[in-house]
Structures are given as C-alpha cells and as structure tokens.
C-alpha cells in the first residue's frame, strides 16, 4: 500500500487569540511513499516528524493537503477506519491486560467480514508473536516485561491485524544502546517478513540510515530532502542536511572559492572549476581527509585517538566553524604523526560547499 | 541523639490531635464497647446511685428480639444492595459523559456536585414535597389539593386526568415497594456527586494515550468503556463501593428527612427503619446498653461486607 502526502500542512493556533504565534508543525508536505518500504522521518525535536507520523494515522487532523493510502483518499476518515498498526513512543500497552490480550485486542474489535472465530485469533495472535519473538512472555502483563520487550509486544500488537501501514514513534528511544541496536535489526526484518508499508519517526540519524529504504529530514516543518540514506549523505542538499547526518559530525569551514580554486584561511585546498567567485561555507566529511605531508590544509594537532580499525585525528583551525575538526584516517598503513601540525589533501566527493547565506549546495 | 530529640517533637506536635482523638474516639469506642456488654445499663439508672450491671449478652439479646430489628436488617442490606451498584454504574456513566465533554462541562459539573453540599434532611423534605399527594385519599369523595410534582408529571404523560389516576408513594396506604422506590431514588441521587467527583478525577488521570491506542485498535466505543477505562479505573470504582456500603449501612436521615421520625408512613411506623434508626431507638429509650450492642452488631456487619469488598476488589482491581 503507498501512502501519498499531497500539500500536507498542520498548523497549531495560538494560545493566546490576541497574539499571532502560531506554529506551523509542518509545512507542505508532498510525498510518495512507495508501497512496501520502511520510510525514516528524520529530524531534531519540534521539526514536525511526528505530526506528520499521527497525521498519517489519523490521530491528528491536517489543517489542509490531503492524504492518500493507495488509491484511496483517507483524509476525513477516523483512525478507527483506518486500518493502521501504531507503535507509541512509551509503547502505551494496557497496563492491565496480559501480553496474549493486549495482542489480542485488535482481533477481538474486528467487524463484518473482517470478524474471525477465537481459535483464529489465537493463532494469529501467536503468529505475530512468534514474528517478534515473545511467545514465552504471552501470560505476563506488561509491568513484568523490560523496556525492549515491552517495544517487542506493542509491534506484535500493532501488527497482528495485518495492517496496511506500520507506523512507529521514535520507537527505539527507550531503550539501551545494544538493545537498540538489536531491535532496530529486527523492524527491519519484520518489515521485509511481512511486506508492509512502514513509517518511522527518529532523532536518530545513525538509526535511521542504517534500516530505512528511504529517509525524508525535516526541519522546522519542512522537508529538507529526501532520498536513499546513502545518497542524502553523499549529496547533501543543504548545509543543515549535511551537519544533521554523520557520525562524526561534518567538518564546517569557512572558505571562498576564487578562480575556481577553493581557498581555506588563503591556502588553495581544492580545484572547484565552474563555481563563481564568492565566500562560501565548506563541508568536509571526516572520512574526507587524507594524511598528506604536502598536503594544503595545515592544522594544529591536538590528539589522536586510536579505534582500532580507524584512527580518528582531531585538531583545530583558525577558519574552522566547529571547535575541533576530526578527520578518520583509516589505520592500515601505519600513521605516523608527530610534532604541531598536520598536513591534509582533500577527497573531492566528501567535500561539500554551501551558500553563505541560503546554506544551499552549490555543486562543482 | 539528634534523633530522639526529633522524635520527641514530634510528638509534641502531634499530642493536640492524639489528646482529642483519645477524648473523643478511643475513649467512646471502649465505652461503647463495655457497655454493650453490661445488661441493662443505663445512664440514668446508673446516675440514681450504687448499681451494679450484670455482665453478659443480654443487650444483643434485646437487640435482636426488638420488633423491628429483622425489618431494620431487611431494609438496610436491601437498599445497600440497590443503591450501591445502580448509583456506581450511573456515577461511571456520567463522570465518562462529563470527561468527553468540552464547554459546559465546569457548569454541569457543578449542578452534579449540588447535592453534596446541600443538608440531607432538607433535600429529603423536598423529596417527600415531590411524591407527596396533599388531601385526603381513600374512599370518601377524593378532596385531593396536590398530587405533588412526580404525580402531575405522570398525569400528564399518562393523559388521564381521572382524580383517582395517582401513585401513592409515600402518604398513608402506600406500599413497602413505593417507599422503597422513593428511597432508592433518593439515595441514590445523594450518592452520585461524591462518586461522580472521585471517578472524574480517575477518568483525568487516566493516560489519553490508552484510548489513541484503542483508536488504532479500532476498538468500538462500549468496549473501549469495559475494557480500557472500567479496568484501568477499577481502583477508584473499588474506593466508591466499599464507601458506599460503608455509608449505606449507616443509612438514616434520608429516611428521616422523607418520612420524619415515624421511620415509615403513618399508617406503618418503623416499616423503614435501618440499623442507625434502631440505635437511636434505644438511646430515646435510655437504653444506652441496647443502643451500644446495636451500634457493636452494626460494626461487625460493615466490618464484614467491606473485608468482603476487600476481597473481591484484589481479584478484580488492577495493578
């Protein structure tokens, strides 16, 4: 089932009616999402992902734009209607119900053709347990579950009616770094095992490029860029893109391109043939660095720290716009770094430049 | 030593309460109790000089051969067993109403709680004004001045305005089972504020994200009630019935506000007493004694039922 998003706007009036500080959660978002995906919504808190995920449901009301699942035209229709499976942030499983009966529920309030005998429900109840693995904990109520198990039964729950959409509020947030790891593993396997249309909201950049087939950044209410993970890294589309994924963090430079040179602190870093004579903002991908005793770009060296695989290199610059910039070196071929400075040439495809006022990409 | 010299404030602060609780609750409680078991006592007998009471249960012996303790029993146990449920189930019914509703919510609220903070005796004599019928009934020619509100009502539903076309609720003639009405009637409508109050409350405290779950489950609004909100409220619901027995076994100046002293219509005095009623029998009679057994059976009567509540409720109530 594709979901489409014509026009989507949300906007949350003012408190107070004498002062006009509404916000606008989010802004005119258009999208296909093609049927079978898992879709990452990305962004930093406030940026509208979530409103955008609970107007997929049905649970908040667009202020206009319309929403489409497949064909149909699901704007006016209530959650109840909708057929959706949702994993909340905390979860929300009834606190008094067992984990058989909270998987249950959904079948139990199953209408008209859709109605299915109890031996029916049972097994699929068990079907959907079995996919997430919980089957032993069916007999206990949800106080008794961890934090990861209790994420485990509210997807077997929001899944055990086949829904046509699998919606997911930062649903890993609760838990700890390993098990996110591991779980995040699984909703990408549960995703491809059933096939089904699924969304899902993150902070988490590392979390949402690792499972999604798709990612969509927001910010602010506005859709920065969509695209493959992999091609949103390679090819920023704005400086806000670039800064929000990536761990490390995107080196930021001041710079300026003159006669298609790029210069960083008046040394020429780069060949940028084509781009116009102006002051720009220059991204640098750590993994874009290469350790070069001829190398244009000096740096002060303040610490190497070694990871085993990599070798992660940090220093400072005077044009640099973050306090340290750290470059990873692969760690092969032995490092060999002493004194004051480090010297770098630069991989052209990791460097990045941007418009110094607009922040949009300016391609070379 | 810091400790103890906390300690001891704190029982300085606390020696006001613990003075007046010992003067006017453990004192009467121990009182009652051992006059219960000294037969035949009295106050005044006592104050007439050198008595002595005989130990035993001849008070609770008393008790119950009084002739209107098996009707007082009947009446208590069958008007808790009414009340309590129906005025639950109604209190849940409007507290859940009044959750969902946005304007006019404040304001209906405040028409419900009237009743709490109204005297009991003065809103049982605007009941008996509504079911009264004013001038003489019977045989004779009816010379009937006013068939009181609830009548008229059902005269003119009804459409028959014969003068003989009335229910006799409450005058002289009428049945055990219209007072009994009249009082379920108006218990219950005295019970719902306080049940209505402590419900809304849970209803607030309940997580919305329950029922958005419910939205997603696609789960119809009567199950959403007896499947979410009933068990997720069944600690406050719990509270609201043992209160209600507990206070439903005390049951007295409704009946006293609707039919006076007489404890049932003229032509039937005591048909409606209760246990409390009963313990003010005995004390008019000066029969502190008997009264003081009365209060002991009444005691273990309630101690029971709410042990019994207590029971249930740990199988039923959640969490």
Known sequence: MKIVLKNLTKIFPSRNKKSNDEVIAVNNFDFEIPDGKLIGLLGPSGCGKSTTLYMISGLQKPTSGQIFFGEDDVTELSTEKRGIGLVFQNYALYPHMTVKQNILFPLQNLRGEDKMPKEKMLEQAYHAAKLVQIEELMDRKPSELSGGQQQRVAIARALVKMPRVLLLDEPLSNLDARLRLQTREEIRRIQKETGITTVFVTHDQEEAMSISDMIVVMKLGVV??????????????????????????????????KEG???????????????????????????????DEQGPLHCRLSNVEV???????????EHSLNPIIRSIINADHKVNIGGEEVCYSLKSHKVFLFNRDTEERIYF | MVESKQQWKAWLYLAPAIVLLLIFTVWPIINTVSMAFLEGYSGLTKAGGDVT????????????????????????ILLCLITVPVSTILALLIAVALNAIGPLRKALQTIFFLPYVTNSIAIGMVFAAMFNVIGSIGTRRPVIVSYGIVNDIIRLISGNSDPKNFINFINTGSSYEMNMLVMVIYIVWNALPFKILVLLGGLQSINKQYYDAAKVDSAPRWRVLTRITVPLLSPMIAYVVI????????????????????????????RLNTMVGLIYDSLELDNQGGASAAALILFGIILVVTLINLQVSKKRVHY
């Not at chain 1, 085993?308 to 610059?317: A, L, P, Q, Y």
């Not at chain 2, 009471?53 to 208590?76: E, R, S, Y």
């Not at chain 2, 409704?254 to 039919?259: A, D, P």
Request: hydrophobic letters at 40%.
């Open chain 2, 243 to 270: 209160t209600g027995f507990i206070g439903g076994f005390k049951e007295y100046t409704s009946i006293v506000g609707i039919f006076g002293e007489n404890m049932g219509p003229v032509h039937d005095a005591g």
């Open chain 2, 53 to 76: 009471f005989k130990i035993g249960l001849g008070n609770f012996i008393h008790v119950v051969g009084h002739p209107d303790f098996l009707q007082a029993m009947k009446n208590t």
């Open chain 1, 261 to 291: 040179k790029l210069l960083i602190g008046g040394a020429v870093v780069l060949d940028v043939n084509g781009v116009e004579d102006q002051p720009v903002t220059v991204g640098i991908r750590p993994e874009g660095f290469i350790l």
């Open chain 1, 307 to 317: 990871m085993g695989r990599d070798v992660s290199i940090v220093s400072t610059h």
């Open chain 1, 224 to 257: 920065q860029q969509i695209g493959e993970p992999q091609n949103v890294y390679d090819s920023p589309a704005n400086l806000f893109v670039a800064k929000f994924l990536g761990t490390p963090p995107i080196n930021v430079f001041e710079g300026e391109v």
